[in-house]
């Protein structure tokens, strides 16, 4: 499996960003996406994840800010982060999860500046 993600980039405090992440290869019908994001100095974390029975999870930090979705049919998950803050700002991971496995794409770094 195979993870393209893209969409971040710099932003002010207060903008937006919508990172997208699409996977390929052996897809299975029963899985979980999402993104993790790691500041400099700090332990990578859970931002979101959509599992594909629909349900979703946030941290606290970020929720009524961002908003986790999916395209099931293309294999494609979307992370809209919206109210963006300065503590926002990391490299962000997508992942793929499925049969046992997890899967990770490539980091892309999103900057908030104050």
């Known amino acids: 499996v195979q993870l393209q993600a893209s969409g971040g980039g710099l932003v002010q405090d207060g903008g937006s960003l919508r990172l997208s992440c699409a996977a390929s290869?052996?897809?299975?019908?029963?899985?979980?996406m999402g993104w993790y994001r790691q500041a400099p100095g700090k332990q990578r974390e859970l931002v979101a994840r959509?599992?594909?029975?629909?349900?979703?999870n946030y941290r606290d930090s970020v929720k009524g800010r961002f908003t986790i979705s999916r395209d099931t049919a293309n294999n494609t998950v979307y992370l809209q982060m919206n109210s963006l803050k300065p503590e926002d700002t990391a490299v962000y991971y997508c992942?793929?999860?499925?049969?046992?496995?997890?899967?990770w794409g490539q980091g892309t770094l999103v900057t908030v500046s104050s």
């Open positions: 290869g052996r897809i299975f019908s029963i899985n979980v």
């Open positions: 992942y793929r999860g499925q049969s046992g496995e997890v899967y």
């Open positions: 959509i599992f594909s029975g629909g349900s979703v």
